[in-house]
């Protein structure tokens, strides 16, 4: 099994800047991408950015291309995102994930195909 846990969130101001953190421990070796996802109050859970943990490729949501990066530690077994530019659109709770399959974009940006997933950090960007 793996265990995530989300750090970083917290209440900015529009154009600011956060940086979140999410620690895998576990059964890291099983990992095969991480995910950054999020869920604003009666919304569904939406897809923000995906990394593959070995290789490094990356994919976003096209809400937050060119604001948000999605990095990875392997030695360390930590995924950030670091988010510039914040919208108040971009409150949410925003949870880290993991996957221990790849798979093609339409999987690897779907909630439901990730197994692992941590409690959630509160992001709030106020106007």
């Known amino acids: 099994q793996v265990q995530l846990v989300e750090s970083g969130g917290g209440l900015v101001q529009a154009g600011g800047s956060l940086r979140l953190s999410c620690a895998a421990s576990g059964r890291t070796l099983i990992v095969y991408a991480m995910g950054w996802f999020r869920q604003a109050p009666g919304k569904e859970r939406e897809f923000v950015a995906t990394i593959a943990w070995s290789v490094g490729s990356t994919y976003y949501a096209d809400s937050v291309k060119g604001r948000f990066t999605i990095s990875r530690d392997n030695a360390k077994n930590l995924v950030y995102l670091q988010m510039d530019s914040l919208k108040p659109e971009d409150t949410a709770v925003y949870y880290c994930?993991?996957?221990?399959?790849?798979?093609?974009?339409?999987?690897?940006?779907?909630?439901?195909?990730?197994?692992?997933w941590g409690q959630g950090t509160q992001v709030t960007v106020s106007s």
């Open positions: 994930a993991a996957r221990s399959r790849g798979g093609g974009v339409e999987i690897m940006t779907s909630p439901s195909t990730y197994n692992y």
